[in-house]
């Protein structure tokens, strides 16, 4: 059984996971279904506008949104578990012994917990697919704000794998993450430090780079945010690893 392997039996086999993935299904269904009665309600008052908002910007643009959100709660609890919790079973130890390099044990670790962060994901992307189908709309847009929720993702797992190889133990880790991302996502809210009418302290935040990808511009610069967090993160990460293994040996 390779590293890959072990982590999906390990989060599968998790009761925590599990719960995790029924409450998340459960505000994804409840947001769709609010946003759509929301909308229904509005057709009256959207009759009499030039420019009333259409089914993506009504309905679908806020379950994206909302999901999002929800990867405040997914991220910290998978990425934060990926290294604290190898403290308590002597899993460090055992990294210490594998002869797989740094890069490949981060790799791998990553993927895993990627792969099981999409399930999260498939509850949206079900009700999305089919009222693209019903309502017969363009997925061009559509694809933009999907590709920015999973950058998204791929951003906040990296960065709480980080954090969880810091910290020694599981629920301190999640704890952090929790902090740490909500401290980056409220900065979008910030006030502070406006200069030529542009906020710089907004950059840091991973929200107001997603809330680009619902515009019906190509946002280069959020694309880059996200892709060169990711990669960061994982050589923060695989640079850890290669100490940890040096203080072990």
Not at 159 to 185: K, R
Request: one cysteine or more; proline letters at 3%; glycine letters at 4%.
């Amino acid at each position: 059984m390779n590293i890959y392997q072990a982590e999906i039996k390990y989060y599968l086999r998790s009761p925590l996971i599990w719960v995790v993935v029924a409450l998340t299904s459960f505000i994804s269904a409840w947001s769709f279904l609010l946003a759509i009665d929301i909308f229904t309600t509005m057709q009256v008052k959207f009759a009499g506008m030039t420019d009333a908002p259409t089914i993506v910007q009504g309905i679908i643009f806020p379950v994206i949104s909302a999901h999002s959100k929800l990867l405040l709660l997914i991220a910290p609890i998978i990425a934060g578990l990926s290294f604290a919790r190898l403290s308590s079973n002597n899993g460090w130890t055992l990294i210490n012994a594998n002869l797989s390099s740094e890069f490949s044990y981060v790799q791998q670790k990553y993927t895993a917990i990627f792969s099981l962060s999409l399930i999260f994901l498939i509850p949206s992307l079900v009700g999305i697919i089919l009222l693209v189908f019903m309502a017969k709309i363009s997925i061009y847009q559509i694809s933009f704000a999907l590709l920015g929720l999973l950058l998204l993702m791929m951003w906040m797992l990296s960065l709480c794998m980080y954090i969880s190889s810091l910290i020694n133990n599981s629920g301190f880790a999640i704890l952090m993450c929790l902090v740490i991302l909500l401290v980056l996502w409220v900065l979008s809210f910030s006030g502070i430090d406006v200069t030529w009418g542009k906020n710089w302290i907004q950059v840091f935040s991973p929200q107001y780079h997603f809330q680009k990808f619902l515009t019906p511009y190509v946002p280069y610069s959020s694309f880059l945010y996200f892709i060169a967090g990711t990669v960061f993160s994982l050589w923060a990460t695989k640079i850890r690893l290669i100490h940890k293994r040096y203080v072990l040996s």
